[in-house]
T-cell receptor
Framework: AQKVTQAQTEISVVEKEDVTLDCVYE???????LFWYKQPPSGELVFLIR????DEQNEISGRYSWNFQKSTSSFNFTITASQVVDSAVYFC???????????WGAGTKLIIKP | DTAVSQTPKYLVTQMGNDKSIKCEQN?????MYWYKQDSKKFLKIMFS???????INETVPNRFSPKSPDKAHLNLHINSLELGDSAVYFC??????????????FGAGSRLTVL
């Protein structure tokens, strides 16, 4: 069975703190893709990153970084020096190879307080 | 120059009415989707079309009917609207190829409120 778990329903931190959003996935496939999407209060869904199962290198993009660990089936997302504009719901998702359907986590609501 | 555009953005209607939401993408993608997002933010796939062919048809009441006149358009028609249909409906498209494969580009969403 394919499954994505985002155990943190809501996280609240003060601006400039670092924060990590957890994502744990389940799949028996050897080839798959993992995604993070951001949904700010305005409501749109914004693509952040895609990672395939053969690429375990960590990714850094500005203040955002992603830690992919197949050994623990996790694809965690860290925001360094958080800002109020980072406040959003963040979704992790899993896609099987050659499949059109994303398996979505329930989302983590991140609140950054000034 | 919006990549995936949905209309209308807001829709308020009475129970029992029939309504449609339109979606168009100008990205040249082959695959389009409709998702429903409920008040708890949970995203649920409803339908997916690839080159005008239905490939995903989740357990959705048959009051919901997608129509894809061409691969750039995927419209959603809802008959006999019920209170539980109130949600935000997102259209999305996805391309192919190594770099862009399966990366969904979403529309801005259409908030449907059934009174």
């Amino acid at each position: 069975a394919q499954k994505v778990t985002q155990a943190q329903t809501e996280i609240s931190v003060v601006e400039k703190e670092d924060v990590t959003l957890d994502c744990v996935y389940e799949t028996r496939d050897t080839t798959y893709y993992l995604f993070w999407y951001k949904q700010p209060p305005s409501g749109e869904l914004v693509f952040l990153i895609r990672r395939n199962s053969f690429d375990e290198q960590n990714e850094i993009s500005g203040r955002y970084s992603w830690n992919f660990q197949k050994s623990t089936s996790s694809f965690n997302f860290t925001i360094t020096a958080s800002q109020v504009v980072d406040s959003a719901v963040y979704f992790c998702a899993l896609l099987r190879d050659s499949n059109y359907q994303l398996i979505w986590g329930a989302g983590t609501k991140l609140i950054i307080k000034p | 120059d919006t990549a995936v555009s949905q209309t209308p953005k807001y829709l308020v209607t009475q129970m029992g009415n029939d309504k449609s939401i339109k979606c168009e993408q100008n990205l040249g993608h082959d695959t389009m989707y409709w998702y429903k997002q409920d008040s708890k933010k949970f995203l649920k796939i409803m339908f997916s079309y690839n080159n005008k062919e239905l490939i995903i048809n989740e357990t959705v009441p048959n009051r919901f009917s997608p129509k894809s006149p061409d691969k750039a358009h995927l419209n959603l028609h809802i008959n006999s609207l019920e209170l539980g249909d109130s949600a935000v409906y997102f259209c999305a498209s996805a391309g192919t190829g190594v770099s862009g494969a399966n990366v969904l580009t979403f529309g801005a969403g259409s908030r449907l409120t059934v009174l």
